[in-house]
């Protein structure tokens, strides 16, 4: 695929249909429970996360507060153990900082592939 070019498919990074990554609380850019990406979609919220209480506080650390709700941009907050569609350009830079969350690799849109490779994202994935 090439680079900077958006991919607006229901796929996975696999190549395969798209699956839920949470629908409580409800996740997505345009909460939809699914991590699509569409036009709209700037922050590129492509990979479907497994947030942990660590990977939680260090994206706090990074400016990216994940857990505090935000209701009036319809964001609960995300506690540990929940699934949650993280934004391409936080998840990135935390694979690039070693802090990198484990992800459902079949409900991480093939967006993601834009900025990180299938390998990484393999060796993350929890549900292969």
């Known amino acids: ?29 345009h909460r939809t429970g699914t991590c699509q990406v569409t036009p709209d979609n700037k922050g590129l919220h492509a990979v479907c996360i497994y947030a942990t209480e660590e990977f939680l506080a260090y994206s706090k650390s990074a400016g990216n507060d994940l ?12 506690k540990p153990g929940q699934s949650w569609c ?16 484990q992800i459902f690799i079949h409900a991480t849109h093939q967006a993601i592939l834009q ?8 060796s993350l994935a929890i549900d292969l």
Do not use: R, W
């Open 86 to 101: 993280l934004s391409g350009g936080h998840f990135a830079a935390a694979v690039k900082n070693g802090n990198a969350p």
């Open 67 to 78: 857990s505090t709700p935000l209701p009036q941009y319809n964001f609960p907050g995300v």
């Open 1 to 29: 695929m090439p680079k900077n070019q958006l991919i607006f498919e229901e796929l996975n990074v696999l190549g395969e249909y798209l699956e839920p990554c949470s629908l409580d609380p409800l996740t997505g850019f």
């Open 115 to 122: 900025l990180v490779d299938l390998e990484t994202l393999k």
